[in-house]
């Protein structure tokens, strides 16, 4: 594609004027999503296709009107400003059009990936107290099993079917006009809007609270990190679960008035799908995690035309400069590396304007005060690892407000005017940033984040564990593979067989993407004194065998 200039062309220039100015009310779906729906009725916001080729097309006029129709909807049957309500879709246009119904109507959204098991959601139902619940027929059978046993759960909202008990979108859309705008509570950009699951390490998974000032936050990461036009097709590779999600498919697209593509992924991800998609939808901007661009690296790249592809960037995890040497090879993009959070929009990042690193983060996002701390909260050095920690006076538009009923964790991460984000990372001379990992031992594997605590935790269900640690072990493909150390209990012993059934067993508890790829079996794990694992012992352990 012919060299085109960058939404930024000037890394200290663009931060040294930089600014988001919030208005004290503000609402993305009518204030992005009606306004481009009004200036330009017939441009393309979503290309949605599935894994057997079928297309459907949605223009900023739809998305607008059956965003609307949603919130009226969902007003009729009782959903009020501030209630909660969980999100249980895959990448059907139906997660978007309840995300802006949600908005408008000043509801708090809580995405869910479709991956969770019934225990799972009954966790997140009832910590949250979700009043709602928006699902398909694929998942509505976790809903019932436990619709007994979440109180607060009022409402079950089916997309594409009918079934008992349910509200079918389907059946009732037509029956509820849109309203004006003036017709619904007006949004503050402090009030709540959505509510993130974090991936639970010491404990159980923290809820992340957003306020609507989130969406704004993410003009830093379409505009400048994503380098999205108006006439743009994005691709970001995520799962809606995810608060990546919102940085790609939803905020980051739609702030900049382009279209973001999405394809619907079921079941095992075919990365032999991707270059005749990139080339057939012409894509013009992707955004996919490491181990998506790993496993490209053994396709057959250069058979595909990438002349529309003219920028690329990757988030999650670091991306070894093996596949950004192939992947240059065979489309002649650099792939610019991100950091951000549940927690926050993007806030660092290899821009478009600066040389690429391969390995490196990049620099502070403009508005982000970033710094490495050591354990004192002081500075460190060049070159010496600390925690990240970004300034919060000012408090960066978009970060999150706190960790809801958890006071703890609110202590812990926000110290003397800063926020305490959990990883670690060094800087180089020349001001990169580059990640060490996470203080608290969450893995990264295949895209995905994964607490320790939760699989550990399913693995004690079994009589056979009687104690276990779970470590992520650097793995080509995945990134980190999920690895579980297990002492038996007395009248167990190791065996083939028995590491297969802890697997299946640990699918059966939680999430089956949580599950442990590799069981070792040991007589004791390393502790510290006080009697905590030593994880990096295992880690170092691991990595030998």
Known sequence: MAEEEHNMTDYEETCAGFSIEVPEYYNFGYDVIDTWAEKDPAHPAMIRVDQQGHEETFTFRDMADLSTQAAVLLAAYGIQKGDRVALLLPRVPEWWIFCLACIKLG????????????????????????????????????????????????LRCLTDGELPGWISYQKEKGLHP???????????????????????????????LHTHALAPGHITTGKYWLDIRRDDIHFTLSDTGWAKSSYGNLFGPWLMGACTFIYDIRG????????????????TTFCAPPTAYRMLMHENLKNYDYSRLRYCTSAGEPLNPEAMRIWKEATGLEIHEGY?????????????????RAGSMGKPAPGWQIELHDDDGKPVEVRKEGRIAIGIDPRPVGLFTEY??????????????????????YRDED???????????????????????????????????HESAVVGLPDEIRGELVSAFVVLSPGFEPSDTLAGELQEHVKEITAP?????????????????????????????????
């Open 513 to 545: 993407y949580k599950y442990p790829r590799r069981v070792e079996f040991v007589d004791s794990l390393p502790k510290t004194i006080s009697g905590k694992i030593r994880r990096h012992l295992l880690r170092e352990e691991g990595s030998c065998s």
């Open 107 to 154: 509801a708090v959204f809580s995405p869910c990936t479709s991956m969770l098991t019934p225990g799972d959601l009954q966790y997140r139902i009832n910590t949250a107290e979700i009043k709602a619940v928006i699902t398909d027929r694929e998942n509505a059978h976790k809903i019932d099993e436990i619709m007994d046993k979440c109180p607060t759960l009022r």
């Open 268 to 283: 095992k991800f075919r990365p032999a799908d991707i270059p005749p998609v990139l080339e057939k939808y012409k894509v």
């Open 340 to 356: 951000g959070q549940t927690e926050t929009p993007l806030c660092i990042a290899s821009f478009p304007c600066f040389e690429v």
């Open 404 to 425: 809801l009923d958890n006071p703890d964790a609110n202590r812990a991460a926000f110290v003397s005017g800063w926020y305490y984000t959990g990883d670690m990372a």
């Open 178 to 208: 849109p309203r004006r705008r003036e017709n619904h509570p007006e949004t503050r950009s402090d009030d709540p809007m959505v509510i993130y699951f974090t991936s639970g390490t010491t404990g159980k998974p923290k809820m992340v």
């Open 431 to 465: 001001g990169y940033y580059w990640f060490v990992g996470r203080e608290d031992d969450v893995i990264t594997s295949s895209g995905y984040r994964i607490g320790p605590f939760e699989v550990e935790s399913a693995l004690l269900e079994h009589p056979a564990v």
